[in-house]
């Protein structure tokens, strides 16, 4: 669920505990697109230290969670600040499956899985293998890290929707833009639009080699009007269905005017020249 939505309920809870007690106290909260830098804020105020993964680790929480601020009038001692513990511990710097990152809490962004699957463009090809089934951002270098091992984060306010962080990738690739909002608006994932979730959901149709997806694919690759789709779904069917699908793409490489989708349709060819070979 969209953790915005989570704090800002949690920050308007906490701001009416302060202002029943304190009826002249000024508040102001923010959740992510305030003037300032949650991760700074949270290790000034004691919160944690920024880890090598770049999350602020808390020492009960690891790094599972979420980060927003309230500020007040009222004059409150500070806290003292968290020491560094990650010492010369570097596995989530060394499982980061793209290399992202680079040290001391840096990220090359550009390089990051949770930053990829936002965008809107093409994958770029050397990242295409590297997303695998990831659908919407990625958790790897949280998942790796020995300070999160045995937290249990679940929470009475955070619903947990199996069926919907995990769902069937076929029916992902024609969904109306109604029933995406309606089954999937309420999520971190959405507020990108239908569009990434949809090329996300073909590269890891690929990814498995899913044959039975094929005329969903050539469907999609038809009809669909973004190049991007499009594109990626004459990539997808060259590497999932091989030679058997070598004519379908020669003949639609001739139909096609957009020169990316067509440059998708010869990478499609070259999957198959390279399964051949």
């Known amino acids: 669920m969209d953790y915005h939505s989570l704090l800002r309920k949690r920050l308007t809870l906490l701001q009416a505990f302060i202002e029943e007690r304190a ?26 230290y920024a880890a090598k993964n770049g999350f602020i680790l808390n020492d009960k929480l690891g790094t599972w969670t979420y980060l927003g601020e309230l500020l007040t009038s009222i004059p409150l001692p500070p806290d003292k600040p968290v020491m560094d513990s990650c010492l010369d511990c570097t596995i989530c710097v060394d499982r980061c499956p793209t290399g992202a990152l680079v040290g001391d809490g840096q990220l090359n962004a550009q390089k990051c899985i949770s930053f990829l699957t936002q ?35 679940l929470q009475d306010d955070i619903i947990l929707e199996p069926l919907k962080l995990k769902p069937l990738l076929e029916p992902l690739l024609t969904i109306s833009n109604k029933m995406f909002k309606n089954e999937y608006g309420h999520l971190a994932g959405s507020w990108r639009g239908k569009k990434p979730i949809q090329r996300n959901a073909i590269i890891a149709l690929a990814h498995f080699k ?6 969903t694919l ?27 699908e070598a004519p379908f793409l020669m003949e639609r490489y001739d139909v096609e005017e957009d020169e990316e989708v067509r440059n998708e349709i010869l990478k499609g060819l070259e999957e198959i020249e390279h399964v051949i070979n």
């Open 119 to 153: 965008t809107k463009d093409f994958m770029p090809d050397e990242y295409r293998g590297k997303i695998g089934n990831r659908l919407y951002g990625c958790d790897t270098c949280q998942q790796v890290c020995p300070r999160n091992r045995g937290i249990n984060t």
């Open 218 to 244: 050539k469907q999609v690759a038809v009809e669909d009007d973004r190049p991007v789709i499009k594109g990626t779904a004459y990539w997808a069917i060259g590497r999932i269905a091989g030679r058997l």
């Open 23 to 48: 009826a002249d106290a000024e508040c102001l909260s923010m959740v992510d697109t305030g003037v300032l830098s949650d991760r700074a804020v949270a290790e000034r105020a004691g919160l944690g």
């Open 210 to 215: 899913e044959e039975s997806a094929v005329p």
